[in-house]
């Protein structure tokens, strides 16, 4: 099996993700509803961070404003050194395709393209590497997730699980420093979600910072830090 590759532009001192002051304020029909309250948060390069909350806490939330899906009402959002509350909408979905990789729990493939054509689209997106190499890179990373071997299958032949390796390996196709997981084994039985955790684990060793929504109490020491969020506030 092919080993991961070392992110080369961080280190572990190095902050990759920080939040200030940030609040995010959704208009309703009964006034407005406080999804983030004065959100201060910084994680470093090769964190391995867990965030953990009921439903509406402001999770998902707090993961929209890391990714740049949506912008703060107030507050900054910096991320690898950029000032993503300031990008346009243009810029934004470049930016995103080359900083950060994001795992769904539902995987998101296209079922009529080929796996390996899956984990090419972000590379034609963002246009990161020659075409001529786009293909090889993303058998390697077929590879890394050990499904080299059904690179040619749609994803409709594959397991829950063996789908949700090939969403990891899309979501490196570009080799982000960032992953954004949201609850990527929460379909998945324990057996499957353990060898999830361990592509995880191996990404992390080798210099990528991990951020994950997650249920999964079982697993939660093999994190190297919890957030636990309540009525929009990290406490």
Not at 18 to 38: C, E, I, P, Q, W
Not at 121 to 136: A, H, I, N
Not at 157 to 175: E, F, P, Y
Not at 229 to 235: F, L, M, Q, R, S
Request: overall charge negative; charged content about 25%; proline content about 4%.
């Amino acid at each position: 099996m092919a080993s991961f590759q070392k992110t080369n532009d961080t280190t572990d001192d190095h902050t990759m993700i920080d939040l200030r002051d940030v609040n995010k304020y959704y208009k309703t029909a009964v006034g407005d509803f406080h999804a983030l309250d004065s959100v201060d948060l910084q994680i470093n390069a090769g964190e391995f961070v867990s965030i953990i909350g009921k439903s509406g806490s402001g999770k998902t939330t707090l993961l929209n404003m890391i990714t740049g899906i949506d912008i703060p009402s107030d507050g900054e959002v910096w991320v690898n050194g950029t000032a993503v509350h300031k990008l346009s909408e243009n810029r934004m979905a470049r930016w995103r395709g080359k900083n950060l990789g994001v795992v769904f729990q539902f995987f998101q493939l296209l079922p009529m393209i080929s796996v390996v054509e899956n984990i090419m689209l972000p590379m034609d997106f963002c246009r990161t590497y020659p075409m001529r190499e786009r293909y090889d890179r993303a058998m390697q990373l077929l590879e890394l997730v050990e499904l080299a071997d059904h690179g040619h299958k749609l994803p409709t032949a594959l397991s829950g699980g063996q789908q949700q390796r090939v969403a990891i390996a899309r979501a490196l196709a570009n080799d982000p420093p960032i992953l954004v997981a949201d609850e990527p084994t929460g379909s998945l039985d324990s057996v499957t979600a353990d060898h999830i955790f361990d592509v995880f684990e191996r990404l992390v060793e080798n210099g990528k910072t991990i951020i994950m929504v997650t249920h999964e109490m079982a697993l939660m020491p093999r994190f190297s830090r919890h957030l636990l969020i309540a009525d929009g506030e990290i406490v």
